[in-house]
């Protein structure tokens, strides 16, 4: 008998089992609602891209202007992801990217602080029936 073997198919069970209760709707909702979005507390499922924007935006917000290498360690993403957040972000107008010699900084637009607001009061319309976003 292989060594590990029973782990690894309990193991294996388990997630299936896991992912049959997520997608059968027989798992009890989870009471961390608006409040892991407001905290930033580690949820269950992975960041959704809207989530990870409004993160990018927060970290700007709260820093006031910053490089990209200080936002990235906030949110958390590889480098090439965040690459992908930020580009767009500066594309749609929500940061503003201004370069300082070989510095760049960013800051938040005003088209950025509405966005960050409208996807808040989104997020407490959702949570009062029991979603997140």
């Given at each position: 008998?292989?060594?590990?073997?029973?782990?690894?198919?309990?193991?294996?069970?388990?997630?299936v089992e896991?992912?049959?209760?997520?997608?059968?709707?027989?798992?009890?909702?989870?009471?961390?609602?608006m409040?892991?979005l407001e905290e930033?507390?580690?949820?269950?499922?992975p960041?959704?891209?809207?989530?990870?924007?409004?993160?990018?935006?927060?970290?700007?917000?709260?820093?006031?202007?910053?490089?990209?290498?200080?936002?990235?360690?906030?949110?958390?993403?590889?480098?090439?992801?965040?690459?992908?957040?930020l580009?767009?972000?500066?594309?749609?107008?929500?940061?503003?990217?201004?370069?300082?010699?070989?510095?760049k900084?960013?800051t938040?637009?005003?088209?950025?602080?509405?966005?960050v607001?409208?996807?808040r009061?989104?997020?407490?319309?959702v949570?009062?029936?029991?979603?997140?976003?």
């Open positions: 008998m292989r060594s590990g073997g029973y782990f690894r198919s309990s193991l294996t069970s388990q997630v896991e992912s049959k209760a997520s997608h059968d709707g027989t798992r009890t909702p989870d009471s961390r609602t409040s892991s930033g507390t580690p949820d269950e499922r960041r959704s891209a809207l989530r990870i924007r409004l993160e990018i935006l927060e970290a700007v917000k709260e820093e006031g202007p910053s490089r990209s290498t200080r936002i990235s360690r906030r949110t958390k993403l590889s480098h090439v992801r965040f690459v992908r957040y580009e767009e972000l500066v594309s749609l107008g929500l940061l503003e990217e201004d370069r300082n010699g070989l510095e900084l960013y938040v637009t005003a088209r950025g602080l509405d966005f607001s409208r996807v009061e989104t997020a407490a319309l949570a009062s029936f029991g979603f997140t976003i």
